[in-house]
Nanobody, 115 residues
Framework: QVQLVESGGGLVQAGGSLRLSCASS????????MAWYRQAPGKQRELVAT?????STNYADSVRGRFTISSAKNTVYLQMNSLKPEDTAVYYC???????????WGQGTQVTVSS
């Protein structure tokens, strides 16, 4: 069973940086995509960035050039630079096997960017 534990959220001023981490406590055999999503109050959860087990990355237009997703062993990271107040949200990591229904979520970590 895959359990994901997130860390790294917090309060930062606009223009600052944060690095989120999401580590799996179980085997991620078969997982071929890792991602970060976020959900702001009153809004739907949105996809922020993805990385495949081949290293291919993709970003939402709103974060491209400011955020960087990376992975190592059983951990996925999200480096967030030049943060804006509109980046304020709860951030969730997601590990997925796109060929099956296996889909795992972290507990969420709050990111708050003050103006």
């Amino acid at each position: 069973q895959v359990q994901l534990v997130e860390s790294g959220g917090g309060l930062v001023q606009a223009g600052g940086s944060l690095r989120l981490s999401c580590a799996s406590s179980g085997s991620i055999f078969g997982i071929n995509r890792m991602a970060w999503y976020r959900q702001a109050p009153g809004k739907q959860r949105e996809l922020v960035a993805t990385i495949t087990n081949g290293g291919s990355t993709n970003y939402a237009d709103s974060v491209r050039g400011r955020f960087t997703i990376s992975s190592a062993k059983n951990t996925v990271y999200l480096q967030m630079n030049s943060l804006k107040p509109e980046d304020t949200a709860v951030y969730y990591c997601n590990f997925r096997n796109t060929y099956t229904t296996n889909d795992y979520w972290g507990q969420g970590t709050q990111v708050t960017v003050s103006s």
